[in-house]
């Protein structure tokens, strides 16, 4: 069984990673943020609920995430491990996590997490440049990614731009949060000893390789 999860400060690549990992290892990407999204189409109460909820910028409360990510991890499809992203996100909801689990008779497995400079993770951040009309996303910061001409799309000859929260103030915003409420779900982990941790500095093949290492011999 593998169950995966990666934690990682903003701009990290944690999706990327996780798209990875569920493509190899043919699980689910569990991703909270989708399954909302998913059930906010639906005419039920709950995603009546949801839909108020993500269209004013709320937080689904608790309770009910609790109930959706039980629900989700109970499927056939996450009998033989699952990558999930977007939850937990505080301590309080780890430990909820953790009684899910045991509810439905799974393990925590792998809690990885990527481990990165905040320098360079700013870097990143404010390269990024995103293509206006065909999305592709290039970084002016990184030599490997970035584009042959600084505002021109490589792919479509597009208009490159930056996102509006892709700015320094923006980031130490995200980056402390990630700090206060992700801090203490990497210890929680630690002492329950399941906690792993991969350089997340590198390529994209690079730190899954690293992943890789940890979690491809098992079975
Ligand atoms: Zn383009």
Redesign the pocket.
Known sequence: MKNIMLIAPPAAGKGTQSDLISKKYKIPHISIGDIFRDISKEDTEIGIYIREILSSGKLVKDEITYEVVKERLAKEDCQNGFVIDGFPRNIEQAIHYDEILKSIGQEIGYVISLDIDREILEKRIIGRRI?E????IFNINDSENAPTQESV?D????RLYQRSDDNIEAFNTRYQTYLDKTEPIIKHYQEIGVLKHVNGIGSIEEVFQRIENIVGDEK
């Open positions: 293509c009309d065909c999305g592709a799309c792919n479509c000859g597009g």
